[in-house]
Nanobody, 118 residues
Framework: QVQLVESGGGLVQPGGSLRLSCAAS????????MAWYRQAPGKEREMVAG???????NYADSVKGRFTISRDNAKNTADLQMNSLKLEDTAVYYC????????????WGQGTQVTVSS
């Protein structure tokens, strides 16, 4: 079992920055790939950024160069640094832990709201 708790969401003006943090507890954090997803009103949930157990990262085209995902296996955290925020980044952001060899394969946090507005 893995429990994920997100923090760091809020209201920010366009061009601003926010840092989201995902704190994990329970099973071995370092065996899970971590990712951040987001879901805007009326849209499907989409993956924003992911980081493997080895530290390799990948990003959605819409956030490349603006967002950075990182993990700290000693602290059991996965963070998402978001810079140059745009109106279209407004969404609920969810932390995800994934390991295809485990059951269940996915764990989700409860989500944190990010609103970009002037």
């Amino acid at each position: 079992q893995v429990q994920l708790v997100e923090s760091g969401g809020g209201l920010v003006q366009p061009g601003g920055s926010l840092r989201l943090s995902c704190a994990a507890s329970g099973s071995r954090f370092n065996i899970y790939a971590m990712a951040w997803y987001r879901q805007a009103p009326g849209k499907e949930r989409e993956m924003v950024a992911g980081i493997t157990t080895a530290g390799r990262t990948n990003y959605a085209d819409s956030v490349k160069g603006r967002f950075t995902i990182s993990r700290d296996n000693a602290k059991n955290t996965a963070d998402l640094q978001m810079n140059s925020l745009k109106l279209e980044d407004t969404a609920v952001y969810y932390c995800n832990a994934f390991n295809p060899t485990m059951t269940p394969r996915h764990y989700w946090g409860q989500g944190t709201q990010v609103t970009v507005s002037s």
